[in-house]
T-cell receptor, first 113, second 114 residues
Framework: EAQVTQNPRYLITVTGKKLTVTCSQN?????MSWYRQDPGLGLRQIYY???????DKGDVPEGYKVSRKEKRNFPLILESPSPNQTSLYFC???FGSGGHEQYFGPGTRLTVT | DQQVKQNSPSLSVQEGRISILNCDYT??????FLWYKKYPAEGPTFLIS?????DKNEDGRFTVFLNKSAKHLSLHIVPSQPGDSAVYFC?????????????FGKGTKLSVKP
């Protein structure tokens, strides 16, 4: 089954404790992206990757890191999480950018206390 | 400054009628526009897209209209069904070197009443 998986689905952590949210896709997509969804703000792009070893900032990259060492994986790293990073995070992938359909993962609910 | 705006946070429509969701944008250089639907506790799912060189794209019950001079697009759902009740996001993709940058509106919650 074609899908985007994210782990963990739920995470409660404390300020400053490094964490990684994994994202994996099995569709051989070149493009992958991370978004956060906050009430009243919609979806905002954090980082995206056009291909292996190619990443670029989205609209809200501060406080986040990503890496794309393999085509299928695109982890999101929070080196020192803060409460303002409490959010719902979505990973997505597609064959390309622009008008290509993006397939979204189920989301990761992160709470930073 | 918001580049993609959905000014109606919610919309209520009767089953069988037309639903019209609106979206405005500020950057005339966007090259693609997309609509996504989102149910609670799920990731968004793609509905339909349109290239900036077109003014209409249709897929079954869903039609997107693009008015470049007004920097406005709309999604028409005909006929509306209760299963269409969800949050709808309009999105625009960047241009040139920022084609991977996808900018979303804040969403419109559609309720279709039986």
């Amino acid at each position: 089954e074609a899908q985007v998986t994210q782990n963990p689905r739920y995470l409660i952590t404390v300020t400053g404790k490094k964490l990684t949210v994994t994202c994996s896709q099995n569709m051989n997509h070149e493009y992958m992206s991370w978004y956060r969804q906050d009430p009243g703000l919609g979806l905002r792009q954090i980082y995206y990757s056009m291909n292996v070893e190619v990443t670029d900032k989205g609209d809200v990259p501060e406080g986040y890191k990503v890496s794309r060492k393999e085509k299928r994986n695109f982890p999101l790293i929070l080196e020192s999480p803060s409460p303002n990073q409490t959010s719902l995070y979505f990973c997505a992938s597609s064959f390309g950018s622009g008008g290509h359909e993006q397939y979204f993962g189920p989301g990761t609910r992160l709470t930073v206390t | 400054d918001q580049q993609v705006k959905q000014n109606s946070p919610s919309l209520s429509v009767q089953e069988g009628r037309i639903s019209i969701l609106n979206c405005d944008y500020t950057n005339s250089m966007f090259d693609y526009f997309l609509w996504y639907k989102k149910y609670p506790a799920e990731g968004p799912t793609f509905l339909i897209s349109i290239s900036s060189i077109k003014d209409k794209n249709e897929d079954g019950r869903f039609t997107v209209f693009l008015n470049k001079s007004a920097k406005h697009l709309s999604l028409h759902i005909v006929p509306s069904q209760p299963g269409d009740s969800a949050v709808y996001f309009c999105a625009a993709s960047g241009y040139g070197g920022s084609q991977g940058n996808l900018i979303f509106g804040k969403g419109t919650k559609l309720s279709v009443k039986p």
